[in-house]
């Protein structure tokens, strides 16, 4: 059985180098958008805007998930989450996180309920079926009936299951609930290890989720509605590096440098491999690769680069569509360093026209 690696996050992954993260062979990553409702609107998770950007700037495949306060009304949690979240063709099914956390109180019904509710409400506001995350003895105790049955709409939707192996092969399995679907995705490992470029704000690797998705990349990019583009080649021009190169294919250096090992040549045919994700929009934007500006720093993919030699100072011109992450990504930086120097109180808000500093 063929597996693809992947990660969920959400604001207790703060800061995310993307495009590492796939270079280390994490294809997908799930989200978390919002939690329950609040006067009224919904708790979004701090961190999802900067997240959802990031991941498909870097060409990871990407969806997003709801955590279910299931005492509250779940077709008002969808409206809001869905106010949130703006799916585009190639990402990955919304799920719904039921956990115990914040839901001690939660009965059975509401439990069985709300998370209806809030599935139909997704699926009929969208077109697209989404999935259930839980355990399986949390489905067991919390989301039955009295008879201890599952509720009637149970295998409806895919499961994205956890059980904490820390491993996943042909031979190890995770445990399933009876009259729930077969799992799609699979949390096998939490809150234990590290990833190379997730850390905290001061750079202090942080436990990650590790995921798998149960079949091949073929069948990931089928289940996104999303095209697995095959390999090209480009031909090395003058004064080319492979840092611009690998940034105008939307591929990290280290994906270039695997299929490429041999020494930079002018006139040189290299292979361009296949981006990881569904980032690969040719029409400029965070994951395209045209529209750029060509200065004696290199090749852009968006807004305007600007090297003022006499200062060493490298600035950005932003353009519609960018993020601090996908600018950050971009030039090999930080949210946060980026942010700290231009004095940006909100990493989320900038505007078109604005010139940024490079760290």
Known sequence: MPFVKGIDVSVYDPVIN?????????????????????????????????HWAGSKA????????????????????????????????????????????LNQDASN?????????????????????????SRASFLKEKVSQPNGKPPAWASDYRMWVAHWTYAFSETIKPIEEPGWASYTFWQYSGERDTLDGITT???????????????????????????????????????????NIANQFNLSLAELVNANPQILQVGQKLTIPAPAGAGS?????????????????????GGT????????????????????SAIALKFGTTVKAIADLNQIPDPNLIRVGQEIKIP
Do not use: C
């Open 201 to 243: 704000e001061q750079g202090v690797p942080v436990k990650v989720d590790f995921d798998v998705f149960r079949g091949t990349l073929e069948e990931l990019f089928q289940l996104a509605n999303a095209t697995l583009l095959e390999s090209q080649t480009y031909t090395v021009q003058a004064g080319d590096i492979l840092e």
């Open 58 to 101: 870097a060409g990871m495949l990407r969806g997003p998930y709801h955590y279910l306060r299931a005492a509250q009304d779940g077709t008002k949690q969808a409206i809001e989450f869905l106010k949130i979240v703006s799916l585009e063709q190639g990402d990955l099914p919304p799920a719904l996180d039921l956990e115990e956390v």
């Open 18 to 50: 993307w495009a590492k993260v796939r270079s280390q062979g994490y294809r997908f990553a799930y989200i978390r958008a919002s939690y329950g409702v609040e006067n009224n609107r919904t708790i979004m998770d701090t961190m999802f805007p900067s």
């Open 109 to 133: 019904k509401q439990f069985i309920n709300n998370a209806e509710a809030f599935l139909k409400k997704v699926k009929a506001e969208t077109g697209i079926t989404p999935m259930v995350y």
């Open 281 to 301: 929009d040719s029409s400029g934007g965070m994951g395209g690769s045209a529209g750029g500006t060509t200065t004696d720093t290199g090749t852009t993919t």
């Open 305 to 324: 680069l600007t090297d003022t030699s006499t200062t060493n100072q490298v600035t950005y011109t932003v353009k519609a569509g960018d993020t601090l």
